[in-house]
């Protein structure tokens, strides 16, 4: 199994994504700006790159979140 963390954000708090992966990088939380981290694991050679955004914004969307206002990334690993 492959683990990977999508993350995302406001365009409020963050202006590109690049700010999104510094928030995380540095603070490594969502308690100071409006962002979340969703964690899931897929299957060893199951997945495409696409698949795995996908996921992600299945999970966030799940949530309320939206393409719309958002920047998002996904990493492979535990953020």
Known sequence: MNTF????????????????ID??????????KNCSSFE???????YS???VTMIGRGM?????WSMDGSVSFVVEGVV
């Open 5 to 20: 963390t999508f993350i995302i954000g406001t365009t409020d708090d963050f202006e590109s994504t690049d700010a999104l």
């Open 23 to 32: 928030h995380f990088e540095l603070d490594g939380s969502s308690i100071s």
């Open 40 to 46: 899931y694991t897929v299957p060893d050679g199951a």
């Open 49 to 51: 790159k696409d698949m």
């Open 60 to 64: 966030a969307f799940s949530e309320g």
